[in-house]
């Protein structure tokens, strides 16, 4: 499923699905914890920076500030950061509004500091003292731009400090003075400014979010159609069986372990009996089922043996089975040949039995150096010959004596 896209609602930004959004706020929750962390140090830092300001702009009202600077919100700053940080699993495992509502918190508490100070009698009307409003639009930046909070969560929190700066204003100033329309517009302005990055900012990461999440379910989706590929191209179209290109490649892999680990590897060759004179009667579609009945029989138990089942050709099928000893692998042989059966599938011009059969050859070697698989299969197929020429549905296995197993 491709992530739907976002709500086209302007002042609302959220996808379309919940579980996008919900995906979109997991994936997200790390790598935000991480950034308010880093920022919140710079910003405590900074924060207290402005304690020149306060100087500079008015030294009666110095001591207040840095009371309520480094006494009040440094010390709930430091809380929160290293609560964060030690913390840290704990933060997030907790829902991202409360993270949010956290980082909100300290920036609400930093203006309300500036707001004692501008509502103390201490502060008084000098020529500077206006421009101490202007100590809000660090505040704001501090979280529509530094900590980038959710631009619904962002604009909360702007129109606050708009609220705390206006009133201030206010109680500061009676009659509008001509420094404080400026003001006024210069906080404002600033704080529309930066909801507008604010919301780009968010706008632009959910873009990504979208991005990123199609182009892993499209690699998803190559990688499913690589593999359906490989696996087409190792299959019999008819049969869902492997075909012969994946038998050799098996093969090959096989002898070669068998090989370095001089351990038993097994191949049978099965046939199914009396095919052309079922096709003739039954004609060529229920060959093709009766094709896939046998395949379907081979491979429930071959599977189940760790070997491999592939279509020969014709109505013949050929099975590779590693760590297989002879004994071992005309069991297998012969539990294949009754599950053929088994299925019951009517063959009334069948001469050995009212159903389909199949006669198998079995062959099994411990592979030396110099030796090829390919005399491997002639034996097994010279087994299958004398399992025919003793009656069918039978298997035989390779070897001097070469006994068979009969139905």
């Known amino acids: 499923m491709i992530p739907s896209s976002m709500s086209r609602s302007l ?97 609400l508490l930093a203006a309300l500091s500036i707001a004692v100070v501008l509502t103390s009698p201490a502060m008084g009307h000098g020529p500077w003292s206006v421009f101490y409003h202007g100590g809000f639009v660090p505040v704001i930046m501090y979280g529509t731009v530094v900590q980038r909070l959710r631009f619904n969560m962002a604009a909360g929190f702007t129109a606050s400090i708009l609220v705390i700066h206006w009133v201030c204003m206010a109680l500061a100033y009676r009659d509008a003075t001509a420094p404080v329309v400026p003001m006024l517009l210069f906080v404002s302005s600033m704080a529309v400014y930066t909801l507008i990055i604010n919301y780009r900012l968010e706008y632009e990461e959910r873009q990504r979010f979208l991005r990123q999440q199609r182009a892993r379910m499209l690699r998803q989706q190559l990688d ?88 020969w050709g014709g109505e013949e099928f050929a099975v590779v089975l590693p760590a297989h000893t002879l004994p071992r692998a005309l069991d297998v042989a012969n539990r294949a040949r009754l599950a053929v059966q088994a299925a019951n599938l009517r063959h009334e011009r069948s001469s050995t039995c009212a159903s389909v059969t199949v006669s198998i050859g079995v062959a099994s070697t411990i592979p030396a150096q110099g030796e090829a698989w390919a005399d491997l299969l002639a034996q097994a197929d010279a087994a299958l010959y004398e399992a025919k020429r003793a009656g069918r549905n039978r298997a035989s296995a390779a070897g001097p004596r070469q006994p068979v197993t009969p139905a």
């Open 224 to 311: 499913r159609s690589r593999i359906e590929l490989e696996k087409a191209a190792g299959s019999d179209p008819l049969t869902g069986a492997a075909n012969r290109r994946a038998f050799d490649e098996a093969m090959q892999t096989s002898w070669a372990q068998a090989t370095a680990h001089q351990s038993a590897l097994s191949v049978l060759l099965v046939d199914v009996d009396h095919f052309k004179a079922y096709n003739d009667f039954y004609g060529h579609p229920a060959g093709d089922q009766c094709l896939r009945h046998v395949a379907q029989a081979l491979q429930g138990l071959i599977n189940a043996e760790g070997g491999l089942v592939a279509r």
């Open 11 to 107: 002042p609302r930004l959220h996808f379309e699905s919940a579980e996008d959004e919900h995906q979109f706020d997991r994936d997200s929750q790390a790598p935000r914890l991480r950034h308010f962390m880093l920022s919140g140090w710079v910003s405590l830092l900074t924060y207290n920076g402005f304690l020149v300001v306060d100087w500079l702009v008015n030294p009666d009202v110095f001591a207040m500030g840095a009371a309520l600077r480094l006494a009040i919100f440094t010390s709930f700053g430091l809380a929160t950061l290293l609560l964060a940080t030690v913390f840290r699993k704990v933060f997030l495992a907790l829902p991202s509004a409360v993270t949010e509502t956290s980082v909100m918190a300290t920036g």
